[in-house]
């Protein structure tokens, strides 16, 4: 441990015990915080990073940025968790104390082997005292190792590419990799910026874990986007999928309407030479949804979980007053049903639900919830219907449309639709300022943060 390491250390210590105090002390500071999503201590959380299953345990580390909770400086915060359910925080992983990841330790992810746990993240610099445009110029993103044997005590850091290692015709902006095993060879995805200003994908190969040659580019034919984030490829129900986490498209109907977005496309061809994504579907329909990542746990499940928080958006969160900002969303179990990308709560969450109760329809209509509650609803031949989540927010479903209207609990964000063709059923995960709807066993998502009216209350 360096010497800015054990500064580093104490003051995240010092940042998070006040935030600490200051929520025991008053009800006012600690009403909006989650009961079953996980959150930044204090400050600044975005996505998620190194989701694994190790030795039995979860972990979920998670872009953190504690001294600012409108983001600053990027580490590692971490999580661990037997069941999913119950999750402890774990301190900082890792903090950017290195000439290489001075200006932020950013997004990666996780692989196991041999009793290892091999963490690659994006080490993130930006040069100073220069005329930089911090896209062609002015920016480092170096690919580094890390490694743990405990999941507790990190190994020293290992620079293994730089941008001089990436292909000639990329900006700077190469970051985010992804790494597994298939067949004996290890394989990483990153996402990049070219220099003609578009989102594309490398695929890298090693025989090591260690020295990575790039040998294929995952990209669509038509521009989408000019930088392709947190990129996820795996193998699920015999299909390739890629999900990548696009900047730079235009919104289209009721489809790409946040500041970025998350698509996911099925891979036609092999990943390693000649594969192509098809068409690119957004995975979540909601307002704050972003950068997920997936693991395969010990029992094989394909597990997401998403950042409920988008970069730059327009509208805000009152929890900023508070201290912190953002949450990670539930794990969610993926599954291809006819080439469509299912997400449902994983089954552990259903331990959670106490006090089951089952509603007329006519109370239906009328159902507020409580805080923190699962709702699940099974429609025969719904035509339309209409219910209240709390006294403003509303989900209608009439004419093929299903509307969820924020009211004035948006804190900006107003009114989501999405079309569907037959509303069979829906499941909402309810939080103090987040819901997450489940339409049709999933095939559609909507999530988003929300809070009470003028920002004054949770839900
Ligand atoms: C996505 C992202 C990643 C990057 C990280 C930095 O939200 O921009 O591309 O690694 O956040 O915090």
Not at 31 to 38: D, Q, S
Not at 106 to 119: N, R, T
Not at 246 to 265: C, F, H, I, M, S
Not at 362 to 377: G, R, T, Y
Request: charged share 25%.
């Amino acid at each position: 441990m360096n010497a800015l390491t054990r500064d580093l250390v104490k003051l995240v210590e010092t940042a998070e015990q006040s935030q600490k105090t200051r929520e025991e002390l008053s009800v006012s500071d600690r009403k909006f915080r989650e009961k079953l999503h996980l959150m930044p201590p204090v400050g600044w959380l975005n996505d998620p990073n190194g989701l694994c299953q190790f030795h039995g345990i979860y972990h979920a580390f998670f872009q953190y940025s504690p001294f600012n909770a409108e983001g600053g400086v990027k580490m590692w915060g971490h999580y661990t968790s037997k069941d999913m359910i119950k999750w402890e925080y774990q301190g900082t992983a890792l903090y950017p104390d290195q000439p290489f990841d001075c200006h932020g330790v950013y997004s990666g992810s996780a692989f196991i082997e041999d009793g290892k746990m091999y963490l690659y993240y994006t080490g993130n610099v930006k040069l100073e005292d220069g005329e930089y445009d911090y896209i062609r110029t002015g920016r480092e993103g170096n690919t580094v190792l890390v490694i743990t044997e405990d999941g507790k005590t990190f190994g020293k850091k290992k620079e293994l590419m730089r941008n001089s290692d990436y292909p000639d015709d990329l900006t700077c902006h190469v970051r985010d990799p992804k790494v597994w095993k298939e067949n004996g060879t290890y394989y990483m995805v990153q996402g990049a910026r070219t220099k003609e200003d578009k989102g594309v994908v490398l695929v890298f190969s090693s025989e090591d874990k260690e020295h990575w040659k790039c040998i294929h580019r995952l990209q669509s034919e038509e521009t989408f986007g000019f930088m392709w984030e947190c990129p996820d490829l795996y193998e699920l129900d015999g299909y390739t999928v890629l999900s990548i986490s696009p900047q730079g498209l235009e919104a289209d109907g009721w489809k790409y309407r946040n500041q970025y977005q998350t698509v996911a496309g099925i891979i036609h061809g092999d990943f390693r030479t000649d594969g192509v994504p098809g068409a690119f579907r957004e995975i979540d329909g909601g307002f704050d949804f972003y950068a997920p990542q997936t693991f395969a746990d010990q029992q094989g499940r394909r597990i997401l979980i998403g950042w409920m928080g988008i970069p730059d958006a327009d509208y805000t969160n009152p929890t900023v007053k508070k201290g912190w900002q953002h949450a990670l969303t539930i794990p969610r179990q993926l599954h291809i049903r006819d080439g469509k990308l299912y997400q449902e709560p994983v089954k552990e969450l259903e331990k959670l639900c106490r006090n089951g109760r089952t509603f007329s329809k006519e109370e239906f209509q009328n159902l507020e919830l409580p805080k923190c509650a699962k709702v699940q609803i099974d429609f025969k031949d719904c035509k339309n219907m209409e219910f209240s989540i709390s006294d403003e927010v509303k989900l209608t479903y009439m004419d093929h449309v299903l509307t969820l209207d924020l009211g004035n609990c948006g804190s900006g964000r107003t009114i989501r639709k999405v079309w569907i063709e037959e509303l069979t059923d829906l499941t909402l995960f309810a939080d103090t300022t987040s819901l997450e709807l489940f339409i049709n066993k999933g095939s559609q998502v909507f999530t988003t943060l929300v809070y009470g009216k003028q920002g004054k209350a949770g839900l």
